[in-house]
Structure formats: C-alpha cells, structure tokens
C-alpha cells in the first residue's frame, strides 16, 4: 500500500482480494489521520473489509470508470460559432466560476465547502503548469478542459465543465475531442476519470472513442 502525504491510502495489490491484514497495520494506523482510501475498485473493498474491524469505515464512497483512449478521437460535428483556444492567465476572472463550480460537482467530498481563495490557486496552477483549452461562443468563455497528471507515456485529462446552459448541444464532446488531438499528437494514450452516475459525460467521451478500462473508487473516512 502507498499513502500519500495528505492522508491518502492507496492499495496496489496486484488484482488479488485474499489478501490479509499486515500485522503492523493497526499499530501504524494509530499514528496516522486517514482521509481517503483510493485505488481500483475491488482492491479498495478488499482494504475496506481489513480496516473495517479497526473501526475505520466511509463517511462517503464514490464510483468512477477509468477510460482510455489510445487513437485519434473520433470526429464530432462541431456546434454553431464555437471556437477553441488555449487557456491563458488573462481568463482566470473569467475561468473562475466555471473552476469553482467543477470543483462543487464533481471534486469536493459531502459537506465540504468551498473555498474561492484555493480554487483560484488551482486554476492559476492549472493554466501555468498544465495543458488547458476553453470553448467560446461570441468571445465568451462557456467551457473549459485541462490535463491534471501525466506520466512518461500518458496524459490524463480532467476539468472538463461546460456552462449548464449550454449543456446537450454537443460542446463538451467537440471541447474533448479537439483537446484529445492536441495531446495524441505528442505520442502519449491518454487516461480520464469519469463518475459513474454523471451518465451524459461518459457518454459524451464514448462519443469521442474513449473505452472503459477499469473501475476505481474513492472512499472518504
């Protein structure tokens, strides 16, 4: 098991559930404050039930699909007057609420509030550090999208919130599939993590020829 500095537990068990407890495991636990267990799904179920009977169980738990995507994306049709561009610091006032709102959907555990002052921190981080694109319509800003972790030979993508208005029109798929080409063409397969209850977005990548490749699940203690 890797834990994280900031209290995560991240079990990597190589596919086997029978697994079991380490014998220190009850002794190091008591030095340590856990904040999430995180990992493949079955692999993090099977940590659950070891750390069940130490009195350790989820406040929250959230499913997601990993999906991958290995070749160019699929071409989509691309809505009325939308146009792309790569994210800059001049946008951050703009950016920001769209960021704040991802970050209340789909980023913040149960109860969690947000705080404006680290969001604007993320998404300064973001555009100076990582790839990013917006969708616009008429010069404003309605979508965003940015890598978030990247290895020797992947990317993964994340962020990707588009304005509710202008949701079912296509935008999150075009948004994806244009950023997809941009990072496939530095020869690097590219990864994402998609809720399993958030149906429209996974779809919306299906679209663009991404594939499931496993579950994984975060649990919050």
Not at 109 to 128: F, K, Q, S, W, Y
Not at 147 to 159: L, P, V
Not at 181 to 199: A, C, P, R, W
Request: hydrophobic share 40%.
């Amino acid at each position: 098991m890797l834990l994280h500095s900031k209290g995560s537990l991240f079990p990597v068990f190589n596919g086997k559930t029978d697994i079991p407890p380490p014998f220190f495991l009850e002794r190091a636990l008591k030095n340590i404050t856990l904040y999430s267990l995180q990992g493949l799904a079955d692999e993090v179920k099977t940590l659950e039930a070891m750390l069940s009977p130490l009195g350790i169980t989820a406040r929250e738990t959230l499913n997601f699909k990993l999906m991958t995507l290995e070749h160019p994306p699929q071409s989509v049709k691309l809505p009325k007057g939308l146009s792309f561009r790569h994210a800059e610091r001049k946008d951050i006032d703009e950016l920001l609420p769209l960021q704040a709102a991802y970050e209340e959907e789909e980023v913040l555990p149960l109860g969690a509030i947000l705080d404006i002052r680290v969001c604007r921190h993320n998404l300064e981080r973001i555009i100076t550090k990582e790839k990013s694109l917006v969708a616009l319509i008429d010069g404003h800003i309605i979508g965003k999208i940015n890598t978030n972790a990247k290895s020797y030979s992947r990317s993964q993508i994340g962020g990707v919130y588009v304005l509710p208005e202008h949701r079912g029109k296509g935008v999150a798929s075009s948004l994806t599939a244009v950023f997809c080409s941009l990072l496939l063409s530095e020869n690097k397969g590219i990864n994402l993590f998609v809720n399993v209850n958030n149906t429209s977005a996974r779809k919306a990548y299906l679209r663009c020829g991404f594939k499931d490749l496993s579950d994984y699940r975060i649990v919050y203690i």
